[in-house]
């Protein structure tokens, strides 16, 4: 009982918390009345920080296209450390548990590539469009990539043939 009481109070506390940094009005921002509707906001690039590590990728969204069930859907996202210090994956977030990303916790030195493979549930059928966010230690810390693509049905047998109603069974 005490412990569901403590974790009640500690997840008030964080809710208070969260609802209270909400309301904070950025320094020479307008404050945005309940009427009034939201101002478009863009965010300016954050510029890179002076001797750290960047990452350049090769592609940062990759597009299947229309492919078969079953099929192979992975992916190798590759990338090369354009900046002056060593970057070290520490993270790649998958958006649903039909994405697989895996990667190395080297050191990537400035120069040198390093590797995102990314991995797809491709017996799943449709349309997919899935994020993978990167996270490291260079001068812009996120890094969003992506696979995209369309899983078609897997054409069935066209040697099976069905037995015909009443038929004899083959072999008899």
Do not use: W
């Amino acid at each position: 009982m005490k412990t569901t009481i403590t974790f009640a109070s500690l997840f008030a506390v964080f809710l208070l918390q969260g609802s209270l940094f909400a309301q904070v009005v950025a320094p020479g921002s307008a404050p945005v009345s309940p009427t009034s509707p939201p101002a478009a906001v863009t965010a300016a690039p954050a510029p890179p920080v002076a001797g750290g590590g960047i990452l350049k990728f090769e592609e940062e969204v990759h597009d299947f296209g229309d492919m078969e069930q079953g099929g192979d859907a992975s992916f190798i996202f590759k990338f090369t450390n354009i900046g002056s210090e060593d970057i070290v994956i520490q993270d790649a977030k998958k958006s649903c548990g039909c994405t697989t990303p895996s990667f190395s916790t080297e050191p990537v030195k400035p120069g040198e590539q390093g590797e995102i493979h990314v991995k797809y549930d491709s017996m799943r059928l449709g349309g997919f469009n899935k994020p993978v966010t990167v996270i490291s230690n260079a001068s812009e810390p996120t890094k969003v990539i992506t696979i995209k693509g369309n899983i078609l049905a897997k054409p069935s047998d066209p040697t099976f043939v069905a037995p015909v109603q009443g038929a004899p069974a083959p072999g008899h």
